[in-house]
């Protein structure tokens, strides 16, 4: 009797110290290095926690298909250029760029660029030249990351949103004429024999209700059925993959038809799609990464007339998500479906360009990388993640590098790492569990939906793990687990991304990268996760300064030629970061908004510099250049570019966009137009 009653109390003992996410309560554990106590008839058992060998060191997959992808909205090609050893250590296999076309006006504002005005890479583009585009995927190569172009294959640039043809169909911009002379040619009649270039088909019903009449923006829909307009679209794909692209984006792409459309069919994507994919097996050994805009449903049409060709977007499932963490429900999780069975045929993201837009609503860093563990985690299915713009949309600049937080780098890292492994979806509790299962790793992505105490130590149900030591890839903590079970802590952001490895990576966070100042600007530091963590300035090693989780520099102690160059330093174990931040100090000259660093070719007069000012629209050269700086007087603006033509060149008509600029800035207006200066280094 005094057996029974002493294994009820040691039973109620362990349910009592039992807390977390499971249902399921295990034996209360010890860690093997702990002092087991004497042997006594209450003692609980010792367990041993096997440590496996671990030589997995980080790395990118091979193919671009097993990768996730960082779309760089707005970025130039200079900009995704010099991040891409960050983007590389962040865990992206890919970039996409924004539409490598050149843009209608040169691409001032970013939906310029989804008004092409044609079949070319644009040279006269806000984004770069072609020769800095085939730069940029050659120096990515180096760091095995693979470059996407973005391309608009379905529509031209209109003239604005109200012009129409005679027919009802929308106006093409005269300035596609100068890209694409037969296309434009031919747009509204067969001049030449080439057949007509754009549809006139308004009123077409079943699948031609989505192929031959865009109903978005008052664009002109292309005859992509119209063989020369093929022909076209291949010169551009071949383009790109001669530049050094290993993929493409192909916006609107269910506007588009394809063979097996019951209405309107064509051979568009044979000719185009199928033949660029040969053409690059031909140059590389390798395969075309290829996927396209399908959001909702292609009228009248099954998926797999998309999917035979190429990947397609899933807009819907991240959608399915929004209501886990206010329900607390993991379930919800494992309800949401994807768009087809087949995952590896489908890109799914936590918010697109076109959302993040159109909408007031935005999900704060730390949701999105909840979400995007979710995405990166799922079997087979690609992943998007956009790096989102600046408040005012300002093409040019990088809008935000939460990319590179540890919250999201660790996915796209666990991603890597399993993207062959077979993977084994449950919940406990308020827990999602996503096991990764090879025959020589294992690991396990735990998110928490629920309130979190990272104080507690909390135990999960993971059914296919195997017995052993695990680490937490964010925090470096061990986490047990026996019988099934992992014993944790939970971060309060509820993630844990569960691995075999110790070595955790340090993390850094810096308020501003590689900018101008006037007088003095505080750089606030913060690094975590560091067994080192320092900084020093212009090339003096020996003059350190430890990093904190809140440091603040000031620049104007620092400043060395008119620059301050702030080299940080961050290890943990043997991962290291490491990279130089460049400050510059600007002298405004007063009365006028100073526009710095323009290139001297643009100054010393083998060029035409005109300003554009958006109120009221009107090009002038109000302007002067003193000093190497070109001095704007903005009176009455409310935003304005600066737009370079030929030498000796004459605005036409000062009140119409000219459609000669050879290259232009982005806009310059709100914040910026505040700060008195715009820096144009890498124009």
């Excluded at 943990?572 to 908004?593: D, R, S």
């Excluded at 459609?659 to 124009?683: A, C, W, Y």
């Amino acid at each position: 009797m005094k057996r029974i009653i002493l294994f009820l109390a040691l039973l109620s003992a362990l349910l009592l110290l039992t807390a977390g996410c499971g249902k399921n309560p295990i034996p209360a554990t010890t860690e093997a290095e702990t002092t087991a106590p004497a042997p006594t008839e209450t003692a609980a058992p010792v367990i041993e926690y096997r440590e496996f060998e671990d030589s997995y060191t980080d790395r990118l997959p091979e193919r671009a298909a097993d990768g996730l992808t960082l779309h760089a909205f707005n970025w130039t090609y200079h900009e995704i250029l010099i991040n891409l050893e960050n983007i590389s250590n962040a865990g992206f296999k890919n970039v996409l760029t924004m539409p490598v076309q050149q843009p209608k006006g040169g691409g001032s504002s970013w939906w310029a660029f989804y008004q092409p005005l044609g079949f070319s890479i644009g040279d006269n583009s806000a984004l770069g030249s072609r020769e800095e585009l085939a730069e940029l995927c050659a120096e990515a190569e180096k760091y095995g990351v693979c470059i996407l172009a973005d391309l608009v294959l379905n529509h031209l640039a209109t003239t604005d949103d109200e012009g129409k043809e005679a027919d009802g169909t929308p106006m093409v911009s005269p300035a596609v004429a100068a890209y694409e002379p037969v296309i434009y040619a031919n747009r509204n009649e067969n001049t030449d024999g080439t057949g007509l270039t754009f549809h006139h088909n308004k009123n077409a019903s079943g699948s031609g209700a989505d192929t031959q009449y865009y109903a978005y923006g008052n664009l002109p829909d292309l005859d992509t059925s119209n063989a020369f307009v093929q022909s076209r679209v291949l010169d551009l794909m071949k383009e790109c993959i001669d530049a050094g692209i290993d993929g493409f984006r192909f916006d609107a792409a269910k506007h588009i038809e394809t063979e097996k459309d019951p209405d309107y069919p064509s051979d568009f994507w044979d000719q185009t799609l199928e033949k660029a994919k040969e053409y690059y097996k031909e140059k590389t050994g390798q395969e075309l990464y290829v996927y396209g805009e399908i959001l909702g449903s292609p009228a009248g049409r099954s998926l797999t007339s998309y999917t035979d060709h190429m990947r397609i977007t899933d807009d819907g499932f991240a959608t399915q998500l929004k209501n886990v963490f206010a329900k607390k429900d993991p379930s919800l999780i494992l309800a949401a479906s994807l768009k087809t069975d087949d995952a590896s045929q489908l890109i799914a993201w936590v918010e697109s360009h076109d959302e993040y837009v159109t909408t007031n609503t935005h999900y704060s860093d730390v949701r999105v990388a909840k979400f995007w563990s979710i995405i990166a985690a799922k079997k087979d299915l690609g992943g998007l993640y956009l790096a989102r713009p600046t408040a005012e949309l300002t093409v040019g600049q990088i809008g935000s590098y939460a990319f590179e937080s540890e919250y999201v780098a660790v996915s796209n890292r666990f991603h890597n790492r399993f993207f062959d492994a077979e993977s084994y979806e449950s919940v406990d509790g308020t827990c999602y569990v996503n096991e990764k299962i090879k025959a020589d790793d294992q690991g396990v992505l735990i998110l928490n939906v629920g309130d979190v105490d990272p104080e507690k130590t909390v135990e999960v149900a993971v059914p296919h793990l195997e017995d052993g030591v695990y680490y937490d890839s964010l925090t470096g903590s061990k986490v047990l687990v026996h019988d099934h079970v992992a014993k944790l802590q939970f971060e309060a952001n509820g993630m844990a991304v569960v691995t075999r490895t110790k070595d955790i990576h340090p993390q850094l966070s810096v308020s501003d990268r590689d900018c101008s100042f006037v007088g003095d600007k505080e750089i606030k530091l913060s690094a975590r996760n560091c067994d080192e963590a320092y900084c020093y300035f212009n090339g003096n090693e020996a003059d350190r300064l430890t990093i904190g989780e809140s440091s603040v520099i000031k620049l104007k102690d620092h400043v060395q030629d008119g620059k301050v160059d702030l080299h940080v330093y961050l290890r943990k174990g043997v991962n290291v970061f490491e990279q130089v931040f460049t400050y510059t100090q600007v002298q405004l000259i007063e009365g006028k908004f100073n526009v710095i660093n323009l290139d001297e070719k643009y100054l010393n007069g083998d060029y035409e510099i005109y300003i554009w000012s958006w109120s009221p629209g009107l090009w002038s050269k109000n302007y002067e250049i003193r000093d190497g700086v070109l001095l704007v007087d903005t009176t009455g603006m409310t935003g304005f570019l600066i737009a370079v033509f030929e030498k000796g060149y004459q605005i036409g008509n000062p009140t119409a966009w000219d459609s000669h600029v050879l290259k232009q800035s982005s806009d310059i207006k709100g914040d910026i137009l505040k700060e008195g200066f715009f820096d144009m280094t890498g124009f």
